[in-house]
């Protein structure tokens, strides 16, 4: 008993440690029904045209959190893992990020040890609005939505303009996308008003507002058509 005690309590310590270290945003995920009126919004306060992204990725079955695997679709990926509460609303997201140059065997690995719990694919268009990213998503199956992360590159790293990211992306090098938020000195409060305040430039109402990710709005409408026949 007591070596099981003194293990669950180190463990406990060890998952404490790990969460305390990893990265932080707050997000919003909102339906969107006139995407002409939100791109355009979008365009004005970013000053810029947005970069279109390509994206499919994979989820896993994993005992806590999502685990994904987000394919660029030029032989360059990340394996994501996060952690959110399914609220709708700006809410605290802690993740983790590993780039791959090989995310279609890395894709096979998974599945065969974890299984998939299901796909989305998505194209993204990605404007940089203050320390925001806001991604305006066309997702196969779902339709239109608009999401928000408000973000912060590493201190010790320099910054990166849109115009640089972009050249990036259209280079496959999404690997160097910092994605790490909220500036050491803010409050998730904070956080989360940066998101509130960005959502009434950008005319985002409430009412439009969903929980869960992507993942689970597909599987859900799955379960209802499977319900209804």
Request: proline fraction near 3%; charged fraction near 30%.
């Amino acid at each position: 008993m007591r070596w099981g005690g003194f293990r669950g309590k180190t463990k406990s310590r060890r998952e404490s440690r790990v969460s305390e270290a990893m990265p932080s945003n707050v997000e919003v995920k909102a339906k969107v029904s006139d995407v002409t009126q939100f791109a355009e919004k979008a365009c004005r306060l970013s000053q810029s045209e947005g970069t279109i992204i390509r994206q499919h990725d994979t989820f896993f079955n994993c005992s806590r959190g999502r685990l994904k695997l987000r394919d660029f679709m030029n032989s360059s990926g990340q394996l994501i893992f996060y952690e959110r509460p399914d609220t709708d609303g700006p809410k605290l997201s802690r993740y983790s990020i590993s780039p791959t140059n090989d995310p279609a065997s890395l894709r096979i690995v998974l599945s065969d040890a974890l299984g998939v719990k299901g796909e989305v694919r998505k194209e993204r268009q990605l404007f940089l609005i203050g320390q925001t990213r806001v991604h305006l998503d066309t997702v196969e199956g779902l339709g239109h939505y608009m999401e928000l992360e408000v973000i912060q590159t590493h201190t010790s790293e320099p910054t990166c303009s849109l115009k640089q990211r972009a050249a990036g992306y259209r280079a496959g090098n999404h690997l160097s996308d910092k994605r790490v938020v909220m500036r050491p000195e803010q409050t998730v409060e904070e956080g989360q008003q940066v998101a509130e305040d960005l959502m009434v430039q950008l005319g985002v109402s409430k009412d439009s507002l969903v929980t869960g990710a992507y993942m689970d709005l597909l599987l859900k409408g799955h379960e209802e058509t499977k319900n209804s026949q």
